[in-house]
């Protein structure tokens, strides 16, 4: 069984940095892709970035390109999020999420979940 665990969420100011962290265990994490998402209040979970299980492609969502980056680290079973120049639009519950098959934006292909870490930007 899969299970993630992310870390790192937390009270930021408008214009701020954060860096989230998740920790994969039970799965041969360098075959798998992996995903963040984020969910607000009253609103549907979102697309925030997918990295595939060899580093080589990325994708962000419009709301986060230029600002999101995200990482892995094969070795660790980890990846990461770093969140530059953050917004109070940013404010939501950031959730890891890992697909076996395809790297893409649609949260059907990712068949494993973390419980999510709030994070919540001021203005």
């Known amino acids: 069984q899969v299970e993630l665990g992310e870390s790192g969420g937390g009270l930021v100011q408008a214009g701020g940095s954060l860096m989230l962290s998740c920790v994969v265990s039970?799965?041969?994490?360098?075959?798998?892709?992996m995903g963040w998402f984020r969910q607000a209040p009253g609103k549907e979970r979102e697309f925030v970035a997918v990295i595939s299980w060899d580093y080589g492609y990325t994708d962000y969502g419009d709301s986060v390109r230029d600002r999101f980056v995200i990482i892995r680290d094969n070795a660790k079973a980890t990846v990461y999020l770093q969140m530059n120049s953050l917004k109070p639009e940013d404010t939501a519950v950031y959730y890891c999420?890992?697909?076996?098959?395809?790297?893409?934006?649609?949260?059907?292909?990712?068949?494993?979940w973390g419980p999510g870490t709030q994070v919540t930007v001021s203005s």
């Open positions: 999420a890992a697909a076996p098959l395809h790297a893409r934006r649609d949260r059907a292909y990712y068949a494993w």
């Open positions: 039970g799965g041969t994490f360098s075959a798998l892709h």
